[in-house]
């Protein structure tokens, strides 16, 4: 991971600020740092570093899950369902996005997510979601969980009815078409090296199905063939139904 510096801004949470230096043993500057720096500031919890800035936010969201939008998104086709109060597990959660949208679909989502920095600013990203007129009702139905999803998955008790996979694949990080800002995310996170393991405490947990996301032309992750697939154009899922 990045060295990372912390820097409090007026109006910053300062009891997070410190919390979260105690537990990564980030240090807090009066200053951005050398590399990515976390921002405490009025709005919120930021990304900076290598001449851009991140913050976490959902609004964007809004126009894919109005006005009958949701309908036509490929993960709300792979986790359609007619039923009430399912359970869903994002197990590679990152920005929450596509969360959002299965979290949208009805279910109540639980997001892992294992790196500290992402992990913060999902948090703060899904605080002021709970708060905004539109989106609050989807964001109520997101939790967070950080920590390593293998060792989540193979310790969980509860059942769960859809658990979604979308490890980073090597190849993306190469893409014109990752948007620059979330280049500061991918500095953080390495490409899954663990795809058998993730897999594999996926099943252990005794899902109805697993959702895998997958560029097009990607092997299947962990070898496994699906029961079905649906293929967009740059991207495909990967559905397994037990």
Do not use: W
């Not at 109005?66 to 792979?78: D, I, P, S």
């Amino acid at each position: 991971m990045q060295q990372i510096s912390i820097l409090i801004k007026k109006g910053g949470d300062k009891a997070l600020a410190e919390s979260f230096a105690n537990k990564t043993g980030s240090p807090i500057l009066d200053k951005e740092g050398p590399e990515l720096t976390v921002i405490f500031d009025s709005k919120g919890v930021s990304l900076s570093g290598y001449k851009l800035t991140y913050q976490g936010d959902f609004e964007g969201m809004i126009r894919r899950v109005t006005e009958g939008r949701l309908l036509h998104e490929m993960l709300a086709k792979a986790t359609k369902t007619d039923e009430i109060g399912l359970k869903a597990i994002d197990a590679t959660a990152g920005m929450g996005e596509d969360a959002f949208l299965i979290a949208a679909n009805g279910y109540d989502v639980t997001l892992h997510e294992q790196n500290p920095v992402i992990a913060l600013l999902l948090k703060d990203a899904l605080r002021r979601a709970k708060k905004h007129p539109i989106l609050k009702d989807i964001a109520s139905r997101m939790h967070v969980v950080e920590g390593d999803s293998v060792d989540i998955l193979n310790a969980r008790l509860d059942p769960v009815d859809v658990i979604y996979l979308d490890p980073m694949f090597p190849g993306r990080q190469k893409s014109g078409l990752i948007n620059k800002k979330l280049q500061l995310i991918q500095k953080m996170e390495a490409p899954c090296s663990e795809e058998h393991a993730l897999f594999d405490a996926a099943i252990k947990a005794g899902p109805s199905k697993i959702v895998v996301k997958r560029p097009l032309k990607a092997p299947f992750l962990a070898d496994r063939t699906p029961t079905y697939t649906l293929d967009g154009k740059a991207i495909r899922y990967d559905i397994y139904t037990y």
